[in-house]
């Protein structure tokens, strides 16, 4: 619905999920290579169980996609950078835009829309210092919906394997003993 608050857009019907689903996303947040006979055995369901258990989980949208982790240093990525952007002014319109010309740049890793002084995070990875500042001056600053920008560089950057699964307490698993 363009143009509504977001109290009156649709959402979908989130899918349940119980313990064991709960169990299946934490493990495949972990190590998302392991086979569907080593994942059936960590979350005790027969293969043919957690095989449809995973394609539910897929349909519905709860698993979004799997990834490789990939050392950017051993592909030319000397820097990360944040890139806080402040927008002129402020529609869905402008919004959207230059959200989608962000993600767009093949140096931007994510975007963030915030609250706060700044609009976006914009998270940025490139060869060097010049590459960084070539981006900002030519794929930000040149834009007319951008007001300011403001970089801060990246020492360090450390993913976390995945999100806090936290299910209610009914649907919590004890973990199993380290073998």
Aim: hydrophobic share 40%; glycine share 4%.
């Amino acid at each position: 619905m363009k143009g509504t608050s977001n109290s009156l857009r649709k959402h979908a019907a989130e899918p349940a999920l119980d313990r064991i689903d709960f169990a299946i996303l934490e493990a495949l947040q972990n190590n998302a290579r392991l086979s569907n006979k080593e994942l059936a055995a960590e979350v005790g369901l027969a293969q043919s169980s957690c095989l449809a258990r995973v394609n539910r989980l897929r349909e519905t949208g709860v698993l979004k996609s799997f990834h490789a982790e990939v050392d950017a240093r051993a592909v030319g990525i000397g820097l990360q950078a944040m890139i806080a952007v402040r927008l002129r002014q402020h529609s869905r319109e402008l919004v959207e835009e230059f959200r989608r010309h962000a993600l767009s740049l093949p140096q931007v890793l994510a975007v963030y829309h915030v609250a706060g002084a700044n609009d976006f995070l914009v998270h940025v990875a490139v060869r060097d210092a010049d590459h960084l500042r070539d981006l900002g001056m030519d794929a930000f600053t040149t834009r007319s919906e951008v007001a300011h920008m403001e970089t801060s560089l990246i020492f360090e950057f450390v993913r976390n394997p995945g999100l806090p699964l936290t299910p209610e307490p009914s649907q919590r698993r004890t973990r199993k003993p380290p073998r």
